[in-house]
């Protein structure tokens, strides 16, 4: 495993966006996961189903269906744990691997470890990197203390979709029965339920059953990938080494341009080489003759061939910075005490004292005058209006509520029969103060003409919007056309309240009496 062949972007990742990123993988691997996914989980299927009907035991092969589901999710873990460094194999190629995978890892998972919880997290470990019982142990207890709850919610949130997806699938036969027969086939679907349930229903059933598991256990799979993925990066700092890497693989490409340079700086760097090894010379020449002190560099570095010279030379360097050893100023300001406040206090001349007091207690006299003023104001306001808040402050007053007008309901029936004179009926409500009778008797009989002439049958109750496009098939453009105006001229008065004027009921009689032959 070469993680520098990754195809996925290494970085820090919460739980939940490593989860994210590993049903990212399942999607964009979708085509190399369910095909042989589909090619596997048929077959066995079929064979199961088969022993079930031979042994008269439906529910055997759902529950194994459902027992070998960690060996089917070794499919999608074998593409995306290739893919994901860049090399997605084929469908020949992965059922191929399915027989030579091993089968030792997987078999703590059909048995004692199938319950768990974790096992999305913990199945790669086992079957991806493999070593001595005692290593698999130690490499499960490292990636699953910090991710161990995260795989858990992920098993049961999988669990519950699969759940609601077969509910989804059965809900959705019903969805295509007819509201009227919709009770007769529940009591039907119920009686299914129980002994003398048929061999179909429960193929039906295990098929649901195998839908929702396809659906949802690749990306269950995934995700427990994703989290494997992100707590190697946590634990052996994958994406730091990556870096490295990338940056040797850059640097080697650079390799020869930076030789060039070095040799060319060569020959500049002799002369500085050799005044450096006199400035050495000359320290080890005052180390032998300087006896040392204290704080010398033969104190510090004891009797070592070390720079002298040019610690010397740093230690200048560093005492001509400005900011050490820098002289500064501060000034603070101090509360003196009374007594020098009062010896250096200037001599001011005494401003009288009383007149200031005196205008003082006027302005406090006048505020307070004020006050009482506006209190009196107040209290005279409230003795006045006490017969309006009193009782409500009481809570005995009565509010006086208005009269609701009576609704005006009128009652407006389609007529059943339509009297011979359908034009003169309908004039003679409008001219009676019943606009919308006289509406409802004229799209009553247009309704009429409509299956007369568009020859269909409209069923008891039809909506307007059912009359409209019955009417499409009435053979001639201006009786559609009259008959839609007809229909919006109804809504409009039937539901927005929108009446016609006088002149535009005229008109409308008129084509009426023109286009379908009504006697005026």
């Not at 930076?258 to 002799?270: G, K, R």
């Not at 059912?466 to 053979?475: D, K, T």
């Not at 009689?509 to 006697?519: N, R």
Request: charged share 20%; net charge positive; proline share 7%.
């Amino acid at each position: 495993m070469r993680i520098d062949q990754l195809d996925v972007v290494l970085r820090a990742r919460s739980q939940w966006e490593a989860m994210e990123l590993g049903t990212a993988l399942v999607r964009r691997h979708a085509r190399a996961i369910w095909k042989p996914w589909l090619l596997v989980a048929l077959p066995l299927f079929a064979l199961l189903n088969l022993g079930g009907w031979w042994l008269d035991n439906f529910l055997l092969p759902a529950m194994l269906m459902w027992w070998l589901k960690p060996a089917l999710e070794r499919i999608p873990l074998y593409v995306i744990s290739r893919g994901a460094f860049g090399a997605e194999p084929g469908t020949a190629d992965t059922l191929r691997a399915q027989l030579r995978w091993g089968w030792r890892g997987l078999l703590a998972y059909l048995t004692w470890r199938r319950l768990s919880p974790a096992r999305s997290l913990l199945m790669p470990v086992d079957l991806l990197e493999g070593g001595d019982p005692a290593l698999r142990r130690a490499r499960r207890g490292a990636l699953g203390n910090a991710s161990y709850g995260h795989a858990a919610m992920l098993t049961w949130v999988c669990f519950h979709f699969e759940l609601m997806l077969q509910l989804a699938g059965v809900s959705l036969i019903f969805m295509f029965v007819p509201l009227d027969l919709l009770s007769e086939s529940l009591r039907a679907a119920w009686s299914l339920i129980g002994d003398e349930t048929p061999a179909w229903a429960w193929v039906g059933f295990n098929l649901l059953s195998l839908v929702a598991m396809s659906v949802i256990g690749p990306f269950y799979s995934g995700a427990g990938f994703g989290l494997y993925l992100n707590r190697r990066t946590q634990l052996e700092a994958w994406d730091v080494e990556i870096a490295f890497r990338r940056l040797r693989e850059r640097l080697a490409k650079l390799a020869p341009t930076l030789a060039l340079v070095m040799a060319l700086l060569a020959p500049m760097a002799l002369p500085v080489q050799a005044q450096q090894a006199d400035g050495t010379a000359t320290a080890h020449a005052n180390h032998k003759t300087a006896p040392p002190v204290a704080d010398s560099p033969q104190t510090v570095f004891g009797p070592s061939d070390a720079d002298i010279a040019g610690f010397r030379q740093a230690a200048a360097r560093a005492y001509e910075d400005p900011q050490l050893g820098a002289q500064r100023t501060v000034t603070q300001w101090q509360k003196k005490a009374e007594e020098e406040q009062d010896k250096n206090a200037p001599d001011l001349p005494q401003l009288p004292q009383l007149p200031l007091e005196a205008i003082g207690k006027l302005l406090a006299l006048i505020s307070e005058s004020i006050l009482w003023i506006v209190l009196g104001i107040v209290v005279l306001a409230l003795l006045l209006t006490a017969r309006w808040w009193l009782p409500w402050l009481r809570g005995t007053g009565k509010r006086q509520r208005s009269e609701e007008s009576p609704v005006a309901q009128e009652v407006l029936q389609l007529p059943e029969v339509l009297p011979p004179d359908i034009l003169g009926s309908a004039r003679r409500l409008w001219r009676e103060g019943k606009p919308r009778h006289a509406l409802a008797l004229l799209y009553r009989a247009s309704v009429e003409v409509l299956v007369q002439r568009a020859d269909v049958l409209l069923p008891p109750g039809a909506t307007e919007a059912q009359c409209l496009r019955a009417s499409r098939r009435m053979p001639r453009e201006q009786d559609r056309e009259l008959f839609g105006q007809m229909v919006r001229t109804w809504q409009y008065a039937a539901y927005a309240g929108r009446l016609p004027s006088d002149a535009e009921f005229d008109a409308l009689a008129a084509s009426l009496h023109q286009h379908f032959g009504w006697p005026a």
